[in-house]
């Protein structure tokens, strides 16, 4: 299955393929002149609509999904999550020969506290 940014980067590229067609046709006077008026003002206005919806129309296929902040925990990666129910949840942040966190949530998610930090 392809990811929503790709399908989005594709449509975007066949509406500029599309219009890169049409000004070579444009160019090349195939077209009659009051036809090529309303094809640079339609093709100008779906390429103009398309690009602002893509940067301000949020990509968010499932549900209420949203992108979370950890604490400032480095680079270490989260290598183990769970939740106890639908509120409680642990996090584990390790890196080889290096500190290792444990973080808590208390609110789905939405924020995290370091709960134990271990030095080797």
């Known amino acids: 299955m392809i990811s929503p940014a790709c399908a989005k980067s594709l449509a975007v590229w066949w509406i500029i393929n599309c219009y890169y067609n049409e000004i070579i046709l444009i160019y090349n006077n195939q077209i009659a002149p009051n036809l090529k008026r309303l094809l640079k003002i339609t093709f100008t206005l779906i390429f103009t609509i398309i690009i602002v919806l893509g940067f301000t129309v949020p990509l968010n296929p499932v549900g209420n999904w949203y992108q979370q902040f950890m604490p400032n925990i480095g680079s270490?990666?989260?290598?183990?999550?769970?939740?106890?129910?639908?509120?409680?949840?642990?996090?584990?942040?390790?890196?080889?020969?290096?500190?290792?966190?444990?973080?808590?949530?208390?609110?789905?998610?939405?924020?995290?506290?370091?709960?134990?930090?271990?030095?080797?």
């Not at 639908?86 to 290096?98: K, P």
């Not at 500190?99 to 134990?116: A, C, F, P």
């Open 76 to 120: 270490r990666q989260i290598t183990d999550i769970t939740f106890l129910d639908s509120l409680n949840g642990y996090a584990v942040a390790t890196q080889m020969s290096d500190t290792s966190y444990v973080l808590k949530t208390s609110n789905r998610g939405d924020t995290w506290q370091i709960v134990y930090r271990n030095f080797f």
